[in-house]
């Protein structure tokens, strides 16, 4: 059975710094895309971050490029997101996902394209 594990979230001061880590058991997903989400209440879930599977290339939304970033360990099967310079609007619950049906921007920013999720880590964002 396939599962996706995050650790890492919690309640951190707005400029402040937060590491997400998620831990994949199942099967290997080295070799396709992995990536991040977050669903803040009241609004729908959007993408944060992918990495792709071929060649480690980065992906990341406008609202979090150069503060974030997505890293991936193939050999642990594990997939994280180095968050900086954290903003109350970044507060959300984070999922991980893992092996997107197709590849591109396009298709990792949209959740209907990923075939695994985690079940989310919450990150608290005080002003």
């Known amino acids: 059975q396939v599962q996706l594990v995050e650790s890492g979230g919690g309640l951190v001061q707005a400029g402040g710094s937060l590491s997400l880590s998620c831990a994949a058991s199942?099967?290997?997903?080295?070799?396709?895309?992995m990536g991040w989400f977050r669903q803040a209440p009241g609004k729908e879930r959007e993408s944060v971050a992918a990495?792709?599977?071929?060649?480690?290339?980065?992906y990341y939304a406008d609202s979090v490029k150069g503060r974030f970033t997505i890293s991936r360990d193939n050999a642990e099967n594990t997939v994280a997101l180095q968050m900086n310079s954290l903003k109350p609007e970044d507060t959300a619950v984070y999922y991980c996902?893992?092996?997107?049906?197709?590849?591109?921007?396009?298709?990792?920013?949209?959740?209907?394209?990923?075939?695994?999720w985690g079940r989310g880590t919450q990150v608290v964002v005080s002003s």
């Open positions: 199942g099967r290997t997903f080295s070799g396709v895309a």
């Open positions: 990495i792709s599977g071929i060649d480690s290339r980065t």
């Open positions: 996902v893992a092996d997107s049906t197709h590849s591109g921007s396009y298709f990792y920013s949209r959740a209907s394209w990923w075939n695994y």
